[in-house]
């Protein structure tokens, strides 16, 4: 029975669009959350062709601030009819692709036939951020009970880097190659012009050599090859066979999965997500033509490529989040916002690793 219900419900993007991302403190930093997200939903619906009425749920990834129910505020700023109640989910940088399962589950149950998911995040207006009784705000909110066993952004990438032997002049060629394919791309089809800006603007002639003399973070961790916190929004249309079936274009959003791992090892999550994610769709990583992998650090970044037996040749073929920045409920999104430009046959993945060793991979079919 499940099998012939997924055969007949089935989810498809037909449109997927962001901003710019900004490091902290850029262009971006008078923006709100719904100035950043309201003018990629209205491009979303221009290009698919769908009016704002028929638009049944928005959901929105946010995990800094300002609270509140971000998606509500986005919608209707975005001018969706006030039936739309918005849903906001904060998974950190796993929200903006959960936030496509989520439309997807919606749209596979006959609960809505249109939903525009996604990401935004406001890193240079964020909140100040404090435990309960704490005389201090804190940089890190805690994802795991154990303060002993939950260590640091930087410093669990090390760690893994360490155990796993990927070196400093690995992650720094890495970062390195991410700079140099986003300075040769050309992706203004996808992005939204915002502030009068239409281009990532934090990808720079990265060499060897100047990586080299970056600050370390955490050893093998630095400045060089660790993404830099980041303002933007990302959102995909999620609609039915029915919807699809009168667009332009459409992937077919084939199957995904949110899985936990070692919650003091987050950068390894995504290996099982992918793994689980391409077997509910008969696939293997050979079978893939392109993939979209997050690169909050080098040594992460390497780490899922490596585990999940990925093909780095068709890994972030225009780049990553190395050369763009980390808008955290964001960047989920904006991975599938890349991968829904430039897949034009066959399947590929979009995967991210979340704090407190949480993965999400979604695979998307051209």
Not at 68 to 91: F, I, Y
Not at 174 to 198: F, Q, Y
Not at 231 to 255: M, N
Request: include cysteine.
């Amino acid at each position: 029975m499940a099998e012939i219900w997924r055969a007949i419900m089935r989810a498809f993007v037909t449109a997927a669009r962001r901003t710019a991302v900004v490091p902290r403190g850029g262009a971006f930093r008078d923006l709100s959350v719904e100035a950043l997200g309201a003018p990629v939903i209205g491009a979303l619906l221009t290009d698919a062709g769908v009016a704002p009425e028929e638009v049944d749920e928005v959901i929105v990834a946010n995990a800094i601030g300002p609270g509140g129910n971000v998606a509500r505020r986005v919608a209707l700023a975005a001018g969706l009819p006030e039936k739309v109640a918005g849903l906001t989910v904060d998974r950190q940088c796993a929200g903006g692709l959960d936030a496509l399962l989520l439309a997807r589950a919606m749209v596979m149950a006959g609960l809505a036939e249109v939903v525009v998911a996604g990401g935004v995040e406001s890193y240079s207006q964020a909140p100040e951020r404090r435990m309960p009784g704490a005389a201090a705000p804190y940089v890190q909110a805690p994802f795991t009970p154990w303060p002993e066993r939950d260590p640091e952004m930087a410093v669990a990438a090390d760690a893994l880097g360490a155990r796993l032997g990927i070196s400093r002049d690995r992650a720094d060629a890495w970062a390195v190659e991410s700079h140099r394919k986003a300075r040769a791309a050309d992706m203004t089809a996808e992005i939204v012009p915002v502030n009068g800006i239409a281009r990532d603007v934090f990808a720079r002639d990265l060499t060897v050599a100047v990586a080299a003399r970056a600050p370390v973070v955490a050893g093998r961790v630095t400045a060089a090859n660790a993404a830099v916190a980041a303002d933007g929004a990302a959102f995909a249309l999620v609609v039915s066979e029915r919807v699809a079936a009168r667009a332009g274009r459409a992937c077919r959003i084939a199957g995904g999965v949110t899985r936990g791992g070692v919650p003091w090892e987050p950068g390894l999550a995504p290996i099982a997500a992918i793994g689980e994610a391409l077997a509910t769709c008969g696939l293997r990583a050979q079978n893939l033509t392109l993939a979209e992998i997050m690169e909050a650090y080098a040594v992460q970044a390497i780490a899922c490529v490596d585990g999940a037996e990925l093909d780095p040749a068709w890994v972030n073929r225009k780049g990553g989040a190395l050369a763009r920045g980390h808008p955290i409920g964001a960047s989920g999104a904006v991975l599938a916002v890349r991968l829904f430009h430039d897949l034009q046959q066959g399947a590929g993945v979009a995967a991210i690793a979340s704090a407190g060793g949480i993965g999400t991979a979604v695979v998307f079919a051209a």
